[in-house]
């Protein structure tokens, strides 16, 4: 009887590997070939999904996520030297899961760490957004991350970003200083 180790591979686990080894290649062409749709979709709960699996190996989903773009269109695409091919995002590629604050006053720093382990610091580089849910009229707020890519603030993150929010009057609104800039998360307390 041998010993024999078991190499096999699933098809969807090579076509992984593959991408994986792309995106380490050195650059071999001008411009990228188009490869179509990866098959791979981030659900609205930042959950990376090949062929309908969800990814079970977060050293590969950080890897991707260095190379996710968003197009001006709004489409996300996964961009190496070598190759590039379109993906699917429900809501935002990230998900701001734990809030940290240091100092106080218009000196605080506010910085959020997403699903994938990046924190990232509200300021004039990395803005909130917060829209209202057409349906709920919930709010729904963002981080800006990179380049277009947004964090979308968990609900219990966004209450405790809101327990630190104070009333500014020059800006008219209800919001938080971070990084020295005063950033707006709703009207002051009170107004209509």
Same mark, same amino acid.
């Given at each position: ?10 098809? *969807?686990?090579? *076509?992984?590997?593959?991408?994986? =080894? ?7 062409? @001008? ?8 098959? $791979?979709? &981030? ?25 996710? *773009?968003?197009?001006?269109?709004? !489409? ?10 379109? &993906? ?6 990230? $998900? =701001?899961?734990? &809030?940290?604050? !240091? ?6 720093? /506010?910085?959020? @760490? ?15 957004? $917060? $829209?209202?849910? =057409? ?29 630190? =929010? ?17 950033? *707006? /998360?709703?009207? &002051?307390?009170?107004?209509?």
């Amino acid at each position: 009887m041998t010993d024999d180790v078991d190499n096999t591979m699933t098809a *969807k686990e090579k *076509k992984l590997d593959d991408l994986a =080894a792309a995106v380490n290649q050195a650059p071999a062409r @001008r411009r990228p070939t188009e490869m179509g749709h990866y098959g $791979i979709r &981030i659900d609205v709960n930042g959950t990376w999904h090949h062929g309908g699996t969800p990814f079970t190996r977060l050293e590969l989903v950080k890897l991707f996520s260095t190379v996710l *773009k968003r197009q001006t269109d709004g !489409s996300f695409w996964l961009e190496t030297p070598v190759e590039r091919g379109r &993906i699917d995002v429900e809501d935002s590629p990230f $998900i =701001a899961v734990e &809030i940290q604050t !240091s100092g106080e006053g218009n000196g605080q720093v /506010i910085r959020f @760490r997403t699903n994938l382990d990046h924190w990232v610091t509200l300021s004039s580089n990395h803005e909130l957004r $917060i $829209i209202l849910d =057409a349906k709920t009229e919930e709010p729904r707020p963002y981080l800006h991350v990179r380049d277009g890519l947004e964090a979308r603030l968990l609900r219990s993150v966004f209450y405790e970003l809101v327990d630190l =929010a104070v009333d500014n009057f020059d800006a008219g609104a209800m919001g938080v200083w971070s990084d020295g800039q005063f950033h *707006k /998360i709703g009207p &002051i307390e009170g107004d209509a």
